[in-house]
């Protein structure tokens, strides 16, 4: 009886829905090609949705691979989307940044949706010389767009546009600091500038509420 009651439980789980995230592997090209909600990198198929995985078999034609998306649970960042994120650590060749938030729509709370901005990554122009410790640093909050899926609930970010970069930073005296030129921010206690990839973007069409979200200092 305990081993009926074994292969019982084990055909339940094997048919219980599975849950996949943005970036997460579903299996290598072959058998199958990627559907709707997919992308393939290499020879590899992952998801580009938080979704159920479906998989549909056929006789002739390669078998389909598909995610069908959780809408209601989450809004999930998608490739070419601008997103705002804050910087948790940097560094010499890449800042890594936390995504909260898509342009005024608050992506899902449930967790956590990492990217990462690469040096080469940062501006348009003389990119082999970009330094990231001239650009960001920690608790910075950065507008930037999606370049592509990185690994499972990562993603690779980009702010070489003049619209993108640093928006709202926090000078040590947990004072808010204002832009002076594309590459300088300043407090506005000490006055003493810092260096920045400084966004030139316009904040009026923001939402009152994000703004509040915005310009709040990061906890120490």
Known sequence: PLFLFFLSFMEQVNERPEVVLPGQMLEKFGNSVGGV????????????ACGTVVRRRHETNP?????????????IPQVHDIVWCRVTRITQ????VEIFSLENVQVSTSFSLAGMIRSTDIRSFEVDTARVADSFRPGDLVRAKVLAFGDIRSYYLSTAQNDLGVVVA???????MVPISWEYMQCQLTMVCEKRK???????????????TLTTPPAR
Not at 38 to 43: F, H
Not at 63 to 75: E, Q
Not at 93 to 96: N, T, V
């Open 37 to 48: 909600g997919t992308y393939t990198v290499g020879d590899v198929i992952c998801s580009s």
């Open 63 to 75: 078998n389909t691979i598909s995610v069908v998306s959780h809408k209601p649970l989450a809004k």
């Open 93 to 96: 060749w890449r800042a890594h």
């Open 170 to 176: 926090f000078s040590s005296q947990r004072k808010p």
């Open 198 to 212: 400084v966004a030139n973007v316009d904040l009026r069409h923001l939402s009152s509420v994000f703004l509040g």
